[in-house]
């Protein structure tokens, strides 16, 4: 299973990519909001500056909603660097415009995906991946687990090369369920990554043998 960071927070990349575990970054136009980040050559740099410092894809999101527009603004995203995957969300105009990319052989992420079928329809067109949004069922009374299972069922039965990103996850048993269903990678918080190393008996038992360590050795 890959693991993506979801931030644009540069501290927050290194910080993962040190711990030595990070396979990329999902970025969206909200995150790049939280950080500040502004107009189209700022945006550009800020990209570039994410791409140095990790080891892997980095998804860049258009703003256009229109087929040209995307194509437009994903062909310059997509020139900025080789690990750049251009994200695109799901809707019609986007659906051509994966088909575009996918034909060109520039890697996409199909954004906002809610239901197994608006994921068919962006492995259809090629997608590189498709994020269903689990936290954000889950924020409407609505398991987003059952979405990665049946999406899984569906790439499985047709063997789409398209990879299952799950995204908006937001705490360490999502991760854990995602990986028991078998989604191919999985996109949070630094925080929900930290928490999959923690427990409190790996806390007691690390001081009790530094204290007989201790005590033994004067
Ligand atoms: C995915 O690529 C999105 O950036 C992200 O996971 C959204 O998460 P949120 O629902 O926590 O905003």
Redesign the pocket.
Do not use: W
């Given at each position: 299973m890959k693991f993506f960071i979801?931030t644009a927070n540069l501290a927050q990349i290194q910080e993962a990519q040190e711990l030595g575990v990070l396979d990329g970054v999902?970025?969206?136009p909200?995150?790049m909001a939280k950080e500040g980040i502004s107009g189209d050559a700022n945006v550009k740099a800020h990209y570039k500056a994410i791409c140095a410092i990790v080891d892997g894809d980095v998804?860049a999101e258009v703003i256009a909603t229109d087929y040209e527009g995307m194509i437009k603004e994903g062909e310059e995203l997509a020139a900025l660097d080789e690990k750049i995957v251009v994200?695109i969300p799901m809707i019609k105009d986007g659906v051509k415009a994966l088909k575009y990319f996918s034909d060109k052989g520039i890697k996409t992420?199909c954004?906002l995906i809610f239901s197994a079928g608006q994921a068919l329809m962006a492995a259809k067109a090629g997608a590189t991946y498709v994020?269903p949004?689990i936290?954000?069922l889950d924020d409407i009374s609505t398991d987003g687990l059952d979405l990665i299972e049946s999406i899984r069922i569906i790439f499985d039965n047709y063997d789409f090369g398209t990879e299952i990103l799950a995204?908006?996850?937001?705490h360490p048993m999502h991760i854990i369920q995602c990986a028991e269903i078998g989604a191919d990678v999985m996109?949070?918080p630094l925080s929900a990554m930290e928490a999959l190393l923690k427990h409190p008996l790996t806390d007691i038992g690390l001081a009790k043998f530094l204290a007989d360590h201790a005590k033994a050795n004067g």
């Amino acid at each position: 299973m890959k693991f993506f960071i979801d931030t644009a927070n540069l501290a927050q990349i290194q910080e993962a990519q040190e711990l030595g575990v990070l396979d990329g970054v999902t970025t969206n136009p909200s995150l790049m909001a939280k950080e500040g980040i502004s107009g189209d050559a700022n945006v550009k740099a800020h990209y570039k500056a994410i791409c140095a410092i990790v080891d892997g894809d980095v998804s860049a999101e258009v703003i256009a909603t229109d087929y040209e527009g995307m194509i437009k603004e994903g062909e310059e995203l997509a020139a900025l660097d080789e690990k750049i995957v251009v994200k695109i969300p799901m809707i019609k105009d986007g659906v051509k415009a994966l088909k575009y990319f996918s034909d060109k052989g520039i890697k996409t992420n199909c954004t906002l995906i809610f239901s197994a079928g608006q994921a068919l329809m962006a492995a259809k067109a090629g997608a590189t991946y498709v994020s269903p949004f689990i936290g954000r069922l889950d924020d409407i009374s609505t398991d987003g687990l059952d979405l990665i299972e049946s999406i899984r069922i569906i790439f499985d039965n047709y063997d789409f090369g398209t990879e299952i990103l799950a995204a908006s996850v937001r705490h360490p048993m999502h991760i854990i369920q995602c990986a028991e269903i078998g989604a191919d990678v999985m996109t949070g918080p630094l925080s929900a990554m930290e928490a999959l190393l923690k427990h409190p008996l790996t806390d007691i038992g690390l001081a009790k043998f530094l204290a007989d360590h201790a005590k033994a050795n004067g």
